[in-house]
């Protein structure tokens, strides 16, 4: 069965460093996001990406943060300064075009780890 | 502000229980509301509902959406160790631009044999 793939599993990083969180939607898939969770916290969504373009970003989503699908298939997150703050599970996730594309699917994580 | 919320946080149950999972939610212009399971990682998903009172079972799992209650119920029956997972429950809705999802904090079942 199809699924989201993301890169690396495990990402830890010094403060003020960029990182990059790559991802492979599924291959048919249209709408592509990126969603983190805090530890022990909800799943919060970042950021909707659709036709090579943002459709809609949380509050969380500020200028540090930005998005690219470089390619046909990937779909990267960048952060561009990391703060301690970033720490959390990042999880990407796509959608099929038409009626039932709030059906989401998520691929397995990268947990990044700010020290 | 729009919110989902699940009850209880955290069950512990007996392999061979019956337990029922509970999701309320306040949110305008509703589209659907959906079940996905956590295990380790990533959220898997279990249903989408749209429309109310109309069950959806897959195995020994089942879910109902309430539109009058704004709420859905998710029933596993028979439990087994493979069931411990959170259970997350998330809303999404019409208006804005994309299909984002506004998830609840979840369910933590835990099945013991």
């Known amino acids: 069965e199809p699924e989201v793939t993301q890169t690396p599993s495990h990402q830890v990083t010094q403060m003020g460093q960029e990182v990059i969180l790559r991802c492979v939607p599924i291959?048919?898939?249209?709408?592509f996001y990126w969603y983190r969770q805090i530890l022990g916290q909800k799943v919060e969504f970042l950021v909707s990406?659709?036709?090579?373009?943002?459709?809609?970003k949380s509050e969380i989503f500020d200028d540090q943060f930005s998005v690219e699908r470089p390619d046909g298939s990937n779909f990267t997150l960048k952060i561009r300064s990391t703060k301690l703050e970033d720490s959390a599970m990042y999880f990407c996730?796509?959608?099929?075009?038409?009626?039932?594309?709030?059906?989401?699917?998520f691929g397995s994580g990268t947990q990044l780890s700010v020290l | 502000e729009d919110k989902v919320v699940q009850s209880p946080l955290s069950l512990v149950v007996h392999e061979g229980d019956t337990v029922t999972l509970n999701c309320s939610y306040e949110?305008?212009?509703?589209?659907?509301l959906l079940w996905y399971k956590q295990e380790k990682k990533a959220p898997t998903f279990l249903f989408m509902l749209?429309?109310?009172?109309i069950e959806k079972k897959s195995g020994r799992l089942s879910s109902i959406l309430d539109k009058k209650e704004l709420s859905s119920i998710l029933n596993i029956t028979a439990t087994q160790t493979g069931d411990s997972a959170i259970y997350l429950c998330?809303?999404?809705?019409?208006?804005?631009?994309?299909?984002?999802?506004?998830f609840g904090t979840g369910t933590l079942l835990a099945v013991q044999p």
């Open positions: 996730a796509s959608s099929v075009p038409g009626s039932a594309n709030e059906k989401l699917f």
């Open positions: 291959s048919n898939h249209l709408y």
């Open positions: 990406f659709y036709n090579n373009e943002i459709s809609e």
């Open positions: 949110v305008t212009n509703f589209r659907s």
């Open positions: 749209t429309s109310s009172g």
């Open positions: 998330a809303v999404a809705f019409y208006g804005g631009a994309t299909n984002k999802l506004i």
